[in-house]
């Protein structure tokens, strides 16, 4: 397939009724545009329709304004595909074993010295279904078993009691965009078993999942046809794995839905952070249910829930950051989140990954952008031991001046974190 960006040249000066109507009606075009564009393939063709400018009125995307007024200013067409890149210092990787298999939208927790990494895309048309295991202590790839065959292979909702247990819950059953599965699971990770627990009350798509006084909270993700988000919030008592109710409880609904967000319990409080809503959804009446991409936002909000049990809005993100369900730590009274991926480039409409390192300080509610990761990398799986800060897999960019998506990697680092 050939690339092209065809670009209008509409004077960004000009003010006229008629164009800012004939703006928002391709405006409208545009977003609801269906490539069919995988993203595991390197080519795509997607026509341009808007200007930047155009993009940003309608609230479609979110930029630096003193950039964007001195563009528009030079009445410059060409933005660079990197300029969603923050400044942030570079910090000393040093590799460590690749995992044994690539992963893509895989899941992971980490329970003492170990990281249990589950599931995902080893391609568009091959899904993971076992569990890989990384020990942090001789830093060696120890142990791989299988999950059941029931359960789903990407977009899973994960999380552990931090002991013995992990809760496997809803997720994308099957390769390309098939739709997700209510049903759940829950691993002894002593004995290596796996038991079935009562079904989410609808499936979702990357749900986020968190253990939360005694109860395990599901919310938010996508709905069955993997773009319409969800709202939804449930929740069970659980402990030592096993599930001490008989139905999900109704919980109050987050603000906003969708899927790929980090959810974090900390000191008695419950975090939902970044994400996006919409995602790629299966072609109408394909038999392989083939991805085609659909229009997504990303966002940088930050939600928080403590005692009153209503949510509650905190600073944002420095940049709009979803697929980092698995990407991020507690270290020091902080959330450390690694990677991610940003809104699309305003030109191209080409995805754009996120290659800084987050830190999000909980005493005074603020956000730094602490280092630059190798590359830029969505969907990481994060671990942090021994004061090192790890990460392993996901989807890299195409290099140092192309942030767009590309190889599906095992790879893992780490770096000595001083906060
Ligand atoms: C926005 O961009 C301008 C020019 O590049 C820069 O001086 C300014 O610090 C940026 N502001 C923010 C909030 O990033
Ligand atoms: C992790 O590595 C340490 C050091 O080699 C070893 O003592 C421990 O048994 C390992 N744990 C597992 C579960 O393999
Ligand atoms: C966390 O805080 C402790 C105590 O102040 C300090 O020794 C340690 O270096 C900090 N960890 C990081 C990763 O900065």
Not at 263 to 289: H, T
Request: hydrophobic share 35%; net charge positive; glycine share 6%.
């Amino acid at each position: 397939m050939s690339r092209f960006l065809h670009k209008q040249n509409i004077s960004s000066s000009s003010s006229s009724k008629k164009l800012v109507f004939f703006i928002s009606i391709t405006t409208l075009l545009s977003v609801a545009v269906i490539a069919n564009c995988l993203w595991f393939s390197s080519s795509s063709i997607i026509k341009t329709t808007t200007t930047y400018w155009a993009l940003q009125k309608k609230g479609i995307i979110h930029t630096n304004a003193t950039k964007l007024n001195h563009l528009q200013s030079k009445k410059e067409s060409v933005i660079s595909p990197t300029f969603a890149d923050l400044d942030a210092p570079d910090l000393p990787w040093e590799i460590m074993p690749e995992a044994p298999v690539p992963r893509l939208d895989g899941a992971s927790v980490q329970i003492n010295n170990l990281l249990y990494v589950f599931a995902g895309y080893a391609s568009l048309d091959h899904v993971h279904s076992h569990v890989d295991v990384f020990n942090f202590t001789d830093n060696k790839w120890t142990e791989r078993f299988d999950m059941p065959k029931e359960m789903a292979h990407s977009h899973l909702g994960v999380v552990t009691d931090g002991n013995r247990y992990i809760y496997v819950v809803s997720g994308q059953y099957g390769p390309q965009c098939r739709a997700p599965i209510a049903r759940s699971f829950v691993l002894d990770t002593e004995t290596k078993k796996w038991s079935t627990m009562i079904p989410l009350p609808f499936p979702r798509y990357a749900p986020a999942t968190q253990i939360w006084r005694g109860r395990l909270h599901v919310m938010g993700g996508s709905k069955e046809n993997r773009h319409t988000p969800g709202l939804d919030h449930w929740s069970i008592a659980v402990k030592d794995g096993k599930v001490l109710e008989k139905q999900w409880r109704n919980e109050v609904p987050i603000p906003r839905g969708g899927p790929h967000r980090a959810c974090v319990v900390f000191n008695d409080r419950l975090f939902v952070i970044g994400g996006q809503e919409g995602d790629f959804m299966a072609k109408p009446g394909s038999p392989i249910f083939k991805c085609s991409r659909r229009h997504e936002v990303v966002y940088d909000d930050v939600y928080m829930l403590d005692d009153e049990m209503k949510w509650k809005t905190l600073p944002p993100m420095p940049k709009p950051n979803s697929h980092i369900e698995c990407a991020w730590v507690i270290v020091n009274n902080s959330i450390i989140i690694t990677g991610g991926t940003t809104e699309k480039h305003p030109l191209t409409k080409r995805m754009i990954l996120v290659g800084e390192v987050f830190q999000f300080h909980l005493d005074s509610l603020t956000w730094s952008v602490i280092g630059k990761l190798p590359y830029r990398v969505k969907t990481t799986l994060a671990g942090f031991w021994n004061g090192y800060l790890y990460f392993t897999s996901g989807q890299r960019d195409r290099g140092p001046d192309n942030p767009q998506p590309r190889k599906v990697i095992g790879d893992m680092w780490r770096t000595k974190l001083s906060l």
